[in-house]
């Protein structure tokens, strides 16, 4: 391969990785997740309805805003949906779409009761507008952030084991009452 080839495959590669966005953002980089389908596989195969996820995108500023390794957590519920609290409320989402991400860890409560309550309060939030925390008050529950929101359905279990004013996901690793299932990382 010449140097002719060498500079073509240089400039078509880093014209590759530019996205442009509504309003005229322009974004470079990779846009790819490190999550690939054998993970997802294996997640399919193992999650139950109660599971907790954790969530993280590498390449986002509220990933390295948020304390922790850990940015974002979720509830699974069963069917293939995913709720977990967003701006615009409490969102039901597919499986699938979330595991659009970096990093995946499954936790699960030790008590089987304690998961089906996790799933079963999950639904029944949902079926009421709650909104987002901006906030971050987890004395106050008629509005939620993300993770206030999994530890309101699993029985305010991180909010007993830390004495945090704000939770955030990786505060749900210190709960022995929550076992890790899986994940991608270490």
Same mark, same amino acid.
């Given at each position: 391969m010449g140097l002719f080839y060498n500079i073509k495959r240089a400039i078509v590669t880093w014209f590759s990785d530019i996205r442009v966005y509504k309003f005229g953002l322009i974004l470079w980089g990779s846009s790819y997740y490190e999550l690939k389908g054998w993970h997802v596989r294996k997640v399919l195969e193992l999650i139950q309805p109660?599971?907790?996820?954790?969530?993280?995108?590498?390449?986002?500023?509220?990933?390295?805003?948020?304390?922790?390794?850990?940015?974002?957590?979720?509830?699974?519920?069963?069917?293939?949906s995913v709720l977990h609290m967003l701006a615009g409320g409490i969102t039901s989402?597919?499986?699938l779409t979330f595991l659009r991400a970096d990093h995946i860890m499954i936790l699960r409560a030790r008590d089987r009761?304690?998961?089906?309550?996790?799933c079963e309060r999950a639904k029944k939030l949902a079926e009421n507008y709650i909104e987002y925390d901006y906030d971050f008050n987890s004395k106050d529950t008629k509005k939620l952030y993300c993770t206030e929101f999994v530890?309101?359905?699993? @029985?305010n279990l991180i909010s007993a084991c830390t004495?945090? =004013? %704000?939770?955030?996901? @990786?505060?749900?690793?210190?709960?022995?009452?929550?076992? =890790? %299932?899986?994940?991608?990382?270490?």
């Open positions: 109660g599971d907790i996820f954790l969530r993280k995108y590498d390449h986002y500023l509220g990933s390295i805003l948020i304390k922790g390794f850990w940015s974002h957590s979720a509830v699974y519920i069963g069917d293939n989402e597919d499986i009761v304690m998961a089906t309550r996790i530890d309101v359905c699993a @029985d004495n945090r =004013k %704000i939770l955030i996901p @990786d505060d749900f690793l210190r709960c022995s009452a929550l076992e =890790k %299932i899986w994940t991608d990382v270490g």
